[in-house]
């Protein structure tokens, strides 16, 4: 009898003892086993000669589901790194490092795969002969490029499209195995590429110098810089080197664009991970990943996770973007892991931003990281002109003043297109009465309600209530009952009204939902069929709109005074970031800050220096506040019916903390947002100088803190570097 040590998916930081007969399996496969009354599947993660449990006591595996491992070596250094760093189980690390269909049972044999191609009568087709037929003519014309898998024909184009098709004998369908494929490596057909400039040139040099061994850059390049094409250029240095290149986007609107433009210059398939595929889609490019038969992957967050045969370099693009960071489950930050991927496999990585994180900058600034600078635009385009405008005592129509209104006119007569930024979505963040001055509120969060007036409906963003609007106050009856403030639903309709012979489109979670939708939209813009645009955060992330030459802030006044220490910094990449959306072509952009607080000093310092100057002196500032990247911290949440619960479970906590020399401990006390989802939130904050005296104090008292009485009443989590104190 073998005992196998196996890795399974719950809150406990342990492995479980199992029997098992028969000659032992290898390490990182998975098997199923009883657990209580269910039974689970886990990963084989150590084997034992003996067990601290009597033999007779242990249960027998039930299944072993794999006869070669599904994790490598890399996968399980990391997985190891994981649970220890975060201070995670280490079974619900892997967890969440495999993909879905495995985690459910599912076969890890590569599947048959079914597609699409062109007949010979396809191949003869004049695509415009089905211009009557607009989704046939689209489809048509991907497939005069590629065949296309039927799951992703089916999802882009529609079942009736391609049956469409079917009849007029134009496609066919084919099947084939991943053994059957045609190696990437020849497949490579590299496309005409612009000249770099000289700082371009540089970055790569110093990029390709670095192929083969492990070298973390920083490229900070102001939008529009170019960065794209460093990446490109350095990507096909690795992939000539029959080397695969992971690529890391912070949203998965950001994907199709991306996509497009690596499949056009280097001609080969790009594996895409992101959540709005099925899981069977996204383990079929984990396999093929893992057996070298992709050369280019590019995914969101979880994609860091996917194994490579043969890698060669690492990408993460935008690596501020706070969407790296998980913020359930295991909180991982997804930059942080691509740097111990990187190290462990020893290939370069690049992180691109026009905006880099202060710990970034700070390593880069330390020497930690390599430094690479684009400190000018591509071709002939100019950097935005950034100003404030001052909105005090000024009447707002839709929130926007007349002076604003005005711009927009200009700039709309002009034939180019303006892009205005308010980061709320709905028609309003509040219903009040007139008579009485009650506000609607989510009595599960001590929330205001959000008015979705298209909806009819008042909803809760915090925790997904709604109801409908009320036709009088609910606590005087009065029908003066009227919306406070301004959302981009309102932001639209009132600019439709104020410029009827120009067309208007609002991109938020609202209005984005449903496959292809955003990237339809984007594509609509970059045509000129939309010369509004109306957004939130979605419109700030990396999009190239060549023809914007106006970009407005609503609102950058509540940023300024927020609780949150980290708020300054993201208000200053969400600024700069917007302001890369305007004048990216020929035609030279400008952006507005409406507040009420024009002197205020970020502000200034962004519009006059830039983030580079801004993002120094915010670093001092940290260094003087003891913040980090100055200190490192970890933060217990915890939440419970009760706020007393909450808050003397935190306090046991501290108590456990309070002794420990070099390390402070700050609360109890509740989080910004107090309530939500009717559960009482608290906080507790540890913060050192050293990260290892952080790390050794939480490794003393974790087993501690999880037999705590009162644990069972509380819901409670460690978050290691955190990034949100919401």
């Known amino acids: 009898m073998t005992i196998l040590r196996i890795a ?52 027998a595996v039930i299944q072993v589901l794999d006869e070669q491992p599904v994790f490598n070596a890399t996968q399980i250094k990391l997985c190891n790194w994981l649970a220890t760093y975060y201070k995670h189980p280490l079974g619900d690390a892997i967890q969440t490092a495999l993909p879905v269909a495995l985690r459910k049972g599912g076969s890890n044999e590569p599947k048959i795969i079914h597609y699409w191609a062109l007949t010979d009568k396809g191949q003869q087709t004049d695509i415009s002969e089905l211009s009557r037929a607009p989704k046939q003519q689209a489809c048509l014309t991907q497939l005069k490029v590629a065949a296309l ?50 700082q371009q040139a540089l970055a790569i040099s110093c990029i390709e110098a670095s192929i083969g061994k492990f070298a973390c850059f920083l490229l900070e390049g102001i939008t529009g810089s170019g960065k794209t094409e460093v990446y490109l250029q350095a990507i096909e240095s690795v992939l000539l080197r029959g080397q695969q290149v992971l690529i890391l986007v912070p949203e998965i609107g950001l994907t199709p664009q991306t996509v497009f433009r690596f499949k056009h210059r280097f001609g080969i398939e790009v594996g895409v991970l992101h959540s709005a595929l099925t899981d069977n889609e996204r383990l079929q490019v984990w396999q093929q990943s893992a057996a070298g038969q992709l050369g280019l992957i590019i995914g969101t967050r979880s994609a860091i996770f996917t194994p490579m045969l043969n890698p060669g370099l690492l990408i993460v693009d935008e690596e501020h ?9 295991l909180r991982y930050h997804a930059r942080d892991l691509a740097v111990m991927r990187a190290h462990t496999e020893n290939i370069p990585l690049v992180l691109g931003t026009a905006t880099p994180a202060l710990e970034t900058l700070n390593n880069a600034l330390t020497g930690k990281y390599h430094h690479l600078h684009l400190p000018l635009r591509a071709g002939n385009a100019v950097v935005a002109k950034q100003q404030v405008f001052d909105i005090r005592q000024q009447p707002l129509e ?20 303006v892009m205005l930024f308010i980061n709320r979505r709905g028609y309003a963040p509040a219903l009040m009465c007139h008579t009485c001055g009650h506000v609607e509120q989510c009595h599960s969060c001590n929330k205001p309600f959000t008015l979705h007036k298209s909806l009819y409906k008042l909803q809760c963003h915090h925790c997904g209530a709604a109801k409908p609007i009320p036709k009088a106050c609910n606590n005087c009856q009065s029908s003066e009952i009227s919306s406070q403030g301004v959302g981009t639903e309102q932001l639209e309709q009132g600019l439709v009204e104020y410029f009827p012979d120009y067309a208007s489109v609002r991109i938020d979670s609202d209005t984005t939902r449903g496959k292809n939708k955003l990237d339809t939209m984007l594509n609509k813009i970059n045509n000129n069929e939309y010369q509004i645009l109306i957004g939130t955060q979605i419109l ?36 700069t970031q917007l ?9 030279p952009g400008e952006m507005w800050l409406q507040t009420h ?55 046991q906590i501290a108590d456990l903390f309070n002794h420990e020399a070099g390390l402070a401990c700050l609360g109890p006390i509740p989080a910004l947002m107090e309530k939500r989802q009717g559960q ?44 949100d104190f919401s």
């Open 8 to 59: 399974l998916p719950i809150p406990k930081r342990q492995l479980f003892d199992y029997s098992y007969q028969g000659p032992p399996p290898k390490l990182g496969v998975r098997v199923q086993v009883p657990f209580g009354p269910r039974t689970m599947i886990g990963l084989l993660w150590e084997i034992a000669d003996s067990s601290q449990w009597p033999e007779d006591k242990l249960k």
């Open 597 to 651: 607080d024009p002197a205020h000093p970020l502000l200034q310092d962004l519009i006059n220096n830039g983030y580079g100057h801004f993002a120094r002196y915010a670093l001092l500032e940290r260094q003087q506040a003891n913040l980090p990247p100055y200190t490192y911290q970890a933060l217990f949440k915890a939440q419970a019916l009760s706020a007393r619960d909450a808050h003397e479970f935190l306090q």
């Open 149 to 198: 898998e039927k799951s992703s024909a089916n999802r882009d184009f529609g079942a009736a499209t391609l049956k469409a098709l079917l009849t007029k004998e134009l496609v066919q369908s084919k099947e084939y195995t991943m053994a059957d494929r045609e190696p990437w490596t020849q497949q490579i057909q590299i496309s005409d590429k612009p000249q770099a400039n000289t």
């Open 579 to 587: 302001a890369g959306r305007a004048g990216r072509a020929e035609k």
């Open 321 to 329: 973007d706070a969407s790296y960071k998980q913020q359930d489950g």
């Open 398 to 417: 839709f929130g926007l003043a007349k002076g604003m209104l005005e711009r927009i006119a200009l700039h709309l007569k002009q034939g180019s297109q």
């Open 540 to 575: 700030s992330k990396g999009h190239h709109f060549p023809n914007v030459t106006l970009v407005v802030i609503m609102d950058v006044d509540g940023a300024l005074f927020s609780a949150d220490y980290r708020a300054a910094e993201h208000l200053a990449q969400l600024i």
């Open 680 to 723: 009482y939130r608290m906080q507790l904050l540890l913060q050192s100088q050293h990260r290892s005296s952080l790390q050794q104090a939480i490794n003393r008292h974790i087993n501690q803190i999880e037999n705590l009485g009162l644990g069972h009443k509380v819901r409670w989590a460690l978050d290691i570097d955190p990034q």
